[in-house]
């Protein structure tokens, strides 16, 4: 077997001897030659770049991730919201309650912690998609004197948890109500009020907020039904230099390595919060606070509004504003019913809850019910689907007000375009529910 495998060694060396020679005596010039192996490099890359063909699909995948990336945590920021809808709704509804100092700070605790994590499931959310068309900033009518107050709660809580001084400063020309993106702009002052408190060991933490000239160049407050609002905070913390204050709006990146180690972070937030301040028409600067520490300013552009009827900017989120409703509830969630049937039971509704959106029509077929809560994620057919079959249903049942629900900003225009009459975002506050309750059952009955 051996002198076998020699020989055959032997024939296959001569064979390639002799091809070797036939090509070596063929007259070709060596440019020609040259041209002929780069056209059939080309050709071969071509070839490889064609669809269909198995080596260009590991190809496509990076142009795939994005997008994978991106699905997977807006599916994560709605699984998450919608126990965070349950925590806040909980703490705001215990804070209406007797409570003792003690107790109300415990409160207190547990409401900063639950929005703290709703704002950085939103910050990674639009971090995901930095490198698409952009944030698709929302327009929704909002309290914004309540949302300044609540940020004024929170840094307050914060601070007072690590034996700080806080100071909060709400100008009484801030406008009571305005159209914006308050689940966007509440995660951003929720980011820049943990790093206040994070990077200060002692002193005081100041939140002011105040109209200010407007980015069209008008003079100070209104101007063309928009206004410019500035939310500037201010620590006594380890202060920056100029070298750090360049690379702090950078994604994944921190002031410097020190800091990184010291406090943590993934140095996400404020590379997605001026993503955020310049979507809504303004910016985020920085700058050295006098006797030391930092100042951020937030500045964002909002259209004004005038506030619904029965509406008041004062606290007391459960308060009412309609009474007595009778409301269909498609939640498959049994967290979520339960916070939502605590919410509705305070507003003074009743709720019936189902948990597949197949369901929804028959069952609204078979009762009097005068609105539809409808979440837009579920199992069998989404809400979307849902919806065009409610909306398919023949007059009064076809007719009904439905809110869309979602974790989800992004499902708020496939919602309206079934026939949703109102959208909200989790999470979702007992006074943002009963207002667009209110508002839907008007506009409903407008056009009847």
Request: glycine share 10%; net charge positive; hydrophobic share 45%.
């Amino acid at each position: 077997m051996l002198l076998s495998g020699v020989g055959i060694t032997e024939t296959m060396a001569s064979k390639s001897r002799v091809r070797r020679s036939k090509r070596q005596s063929k007259p070709m010039p060596p440019k020609p030659r040259a041209a002929k192996t780069r056209a059939t490099k080309t050709r071969t890359v071509k070839a490889a770049a064609k669809p269909g063909r198995k080596r260009a699909a590991p190809k496509a995948s990076p142009k795939a991730g994005p997008g994978l990336i991106e699905t997977a945590l807006a599916a994560f920021a709605h699984e998450v919201r919608t126990p965070l809808t349950g925590i806040l709704a909980i703490s705001n509804l215990l804070a209406t309650s007797d409570l003792d100092e003690r107790e109300r700070r415990w409160v207190d605790t547990i409401k900063a912690g639950a929005e703290h994590l709703a704002s950085l499931a939103t910050l990674f959310v639009d971090a995901a998609r930095s490198e698409g068309p952009g944030l698709e900033i929302r327009k929704d009518f909002f309290d914004l004197r309540t949302l300044a107050r609540h940020a004024g709660d929170s840094l307050a809580g914060r601070a007072a948890a690590k034996g700080l001084r806080a100071s909060v400063d709400i100008s009484a020309k801030l406008p009571a109500f305005a159209v914006g993106d308050p689940v966007r702009l509440r995660a951003a002052l929720e980011n820049l009020i943990d790093n206040a408190v994070k990077f200060t060991e002692q002193g005081s933490i100041e939140l002011h907020v105040a109209p200010v000239r407007a980015a069209n160049g008008a003079a100070k407050g209104k101007a063309n039904g928009r206004i410019g609002i500035a939310f500037a905070i201010s620590d006594s913390g380890i202060g920056l230099t100029l070298s750090e204050v360049k690379r702090l709006f950078r994604p994944f990146s921190q002031a410097n390595v020190s800091i990184a180690a010291r406090f943590g972070g993934a140095g996400l937030g404020l590379s997605s919060v001026k993503q955020l301040a310049r979507a809504m028409g303004g910016d985020i600067v920085v700058a050295q606070r006098k006797g030391g520490g930092t100042v951020f300013t937030l500045n964002v552009v909002l259209a004004l509004a005038a506030g619904p009827a029965g509406a008041s900017s004062s606290e007391g989120a459960a308060v009412p504003l309609s009474q007595g409703l009778r409301l269909l509830s498609v939640e498959d969630n049994p967290f979520g019913r339960v916070v939502l049937n605590t919410i509705l039971t305070e507003l003074g509704h009743h709720a019936e809850f189902i948990g597949q959106g197949e369901g929804a029509p028959d069952r609204l077929g078979q009762g009097t019910f005068d609105a539809v809560l409808m979440d837009m994620v579920l199992p069998g057919i989404g809400g979307v689907e849902a919806i065009k079959r409610i909306r398919a249903l023949p007059p009064p049942h076809g007719r009904i007000v439905i809110v869309g629900i979602s974790g989800r900003a992004e499902d708020e225009a496939a919602a309206r375009a079934a026939g949703a009459d109102a959208f909200l975002v989790k999470p979702v506050s007992p006074r943002a529910l009963a207002t667009a309750l209110l508002e839907a059952a008007r506009r409903a009955a407008a056009a009847t």
